[in-house]
């Protein structure tokens, strides 16, 4: 049985984010030597990151597993949640940005600008 897969279209500048974001989240949430059920999880992430990479920085667009998409889009909270943390800037269009990519919309690289100055025009968390 094929499962059901997401098309993801963005430009190279999002695609090497989201490929980055993603192996970050990967290092984190499913540690080399963890258990098994870890390590299943970590190799499937693994899998799809590099198919990701080669496709969307070839092409701009790859397809992933829906399986997979809870923990894409963990793996952007972690990020933005992290990065927001450390700067105590907004990153609130960033994430839905992200978000919508890991469900199948489109996200050329001047959206994804365009997100990242709406964020920086909010001005930092209290």
Do not use: N
């Amino acid at each position: 049985m094929k499962h059901q897969q997401i098309r993801l279209e963005c430009g190279p500048g999002v695609a090497r984010r989201l490929v980055d974001l993603l192996r970050d989240y990967t290092e984190v949430a499913f540690p080399a030597h963890s258990t098994d059920c870890a390590q299943v999880a970590r190799e499937a992430m693994l899998d799809a990151i590099a198919s990701l990479e080669s496709s969307l920085l070839a092409e701009g667009r790859a397809e992933y597993s829906k399986r997979l998409r809870a923990m894409f889009r963990e793996a952007v909270k972690m990020h933005f949640e992290l990065h927001a943390a450390e700067t105590g800037e907004c990153c609130e269009a960033r994430t839905a940005a992200l978000h919508a990519l890991c469900g199948g919309e489109a996200l050329a690289d001047a959206d994804y600008a365009a997100a990242e100055t709406r964020d920086r025009a909010a001005g930092h968390k209290a």
